[in-house]
């Protein structure tokens, strides 16, 4: 059983829920939970959530996206008070995970809220240290759909080991160098460090259409499909 301690605003439609579970066993980032709810009737309903935050020990964050008319989303994102329980089993996978001291250089490509677990990524890697570099590459619907927008700006200039490219589909900031646009072979050409020679660990999360299309992206510019790991998600009702 999980407790909420504490909630934020990441963008006007995703709250981030830092919850305390207890016994919780520890996770690995790209890991994910499935929480459950349960209503006075006896109805239940359970959705998966990516966790967002690194380990650190009975704590979990999860960023969850409103969706409207979703049954779990909008009562997590909404009427979820401090303190009251929540159902929470975990953690779930064992394919989609970075295990820290691996020293393979990482390029992390994120759809929309995709970016939850690959954020777990860096976040670990930030506090367990090593040599792996990491390469984001995010794809957000505008500026104001960029989670995590505040830490990963501060991430890029402290830690040299990270470097973060934002791009948009609707509508980029006014300078931004790359006009507005669906994710195209040029977001992903390789970068000192990250050639395809190099078989850089490949993670793509968002939507399934995104991920299909990046996942073709690499392959196409010479990513080994073995060094490529996918997490996709679709319509669930919230």
């Not at 305390?20 to 996770?27: A, K, Q, S």
């Not at 239940?44 to 650190?56: E, G, K, L, N, V």
């Not at 080994?224 to 998600?233: A, G, K, N, S």
């Amino acid at each position: 059983m999980a407790r909420l301690v504490a909630s934020r605003e990441e963008t006007p439609s995703a709250r981030t829920l830092v919850l305390h579970v207890d016994g919780w066993p520890g996770h690995l980032p790209g890991q994910h939970v499935d929480v459950r709810l349960t209503a006075e009737d006896g109805y239940q309903t359970q959705r998966s959530y990516s966790i967002a935050s690194a380990p650190d020990g009975e704590r979990v964050e999860l960023t969850v996206q409103r969706v409207p008319g979703g049954e779990v989303s909008e009562y997590l994102t909404g009427d979820y008070p401090l303190g009251a329980p929540v159902e929470v089993r975990g953690p779930v996978g064992g394919w989609f995970v970075w295990r820290p001291g691996e020293p393979d250089r990482v390029l992390l490509v994120a759809g929309g809220s995709g970016v939850v677990p690959l954020m777990a990524m860096i976040r670990t890697r930030a506090r367990a240290g090593g040599r792996s570099r990491f390469r984001l590459v995010y794809s957000a619907r505008t500026p104001v759909d960029v989670y995590y927008a505040g830490e990963l700006h501060q991430r890029s200039h402290e830690h040299p080991w990270l470097d973060v490219g934002l791009l948009y589909t609707r509508a980029a900031p006014a300078g931004h160098p790359r006009p507005p646009g669906r994710l195209m072979p040029a977001d992903l050409l390789p970068k000192a460090g990250w050639e395809p020679s190099n078989a850089p660990l490949c993670y793509v999360c968002g939507p399934t259409g995104f991920v299909e299309a990046a996942a073709d992206l690499l392959v196409g510019l010479g990513h080994h499909p073995d060094r490529i790991r996918t997490e996709r998600f679709g319509p669930t009702g919230g």
